[in-house]
């Protein structure tokens, strides 16, 4: 068993135990967001959340084990997703990627937002014109340090 074999019987039991991952983030006690991402094999849990998940989905001490250990990071299977909805991310960098890096340089300085510090919010909105995903997303700052 890997932890892509993992990934696909959490996925496995999430549906036939017909449960959310919002759910499954009150389970581990973290955010949906955070969660997810985790289960879906980009972050490592403590052997706490990794036990309370297993209970929960019914999964086998090897898989608890694996949700332990660091992950190889990056999930997508190709440089250009293909994938319509994780295209569109794709191409938001795309056509505002420049736009992203331009403000942040010119409001803070030289450096990155931090994908390690790092939160993120998805809400739906209602809208009488059809509903709106809000992702709201939130690193810390990390400037360039000269020496």
Known sequence: MNRNDVTEMIVA???????????????????KEWTTAALLGQMTLTYEQATAVGATLDLPEEA???????????SLPTAVPTDPLIYRFYELVSVYGSTFKELIHEEFGD??????DFKMDLKREANPLGDRVSITMSGKFLPYKTY
């Open 13 to 31: 039991k999430k549906i036939a135990k017909k449960l959310s991952w919002s759910k499954l983030a009150e389970v581990v006690g973290l955010s």
């Open 64 to 74: 608890i084990t694996l949700l332990q250990v660091v992950p190889y990071k990056g």
């Open 111 to 116: 450096g990155i937002m931090s994908a390690i």
